[in-house]
């Protein structure tokens, strides 16, 4: 598994607004945690399950930010992980951890 490429997939995907290849590099039995989960659901769990509840989270979320864009700054690789250091549009650093299952798809 090349995690640098698999990085590289993620943030061209999610720089290009294409929620067909966004959703291309997860599994079916994803777990995706974030506080925003919360606001867009109006929810009180921030972790959802699956990959239809993920794509419907990520479909508002673009609709939400046309201007969105991650700029990489860094790769830290794990045994079957990645930690991506990025700047946001607003120019705010974030990080974002993703694991992978062994048909290098993010769970």
Partial sequence: MNKQQLAHQWIAAWNAHDLAAIMACY?????????????YFNITDSTLRGKKLLQSYFEQALQNNPTLHFDLQHILEGHNSVVLIYKRMNTALAGEYLEFDEKGLIV
């Fill in 27 to 39: 599994a079916e039995n994803i777990e995706h945690t974030s506080p925003k989960i919360v606001a």
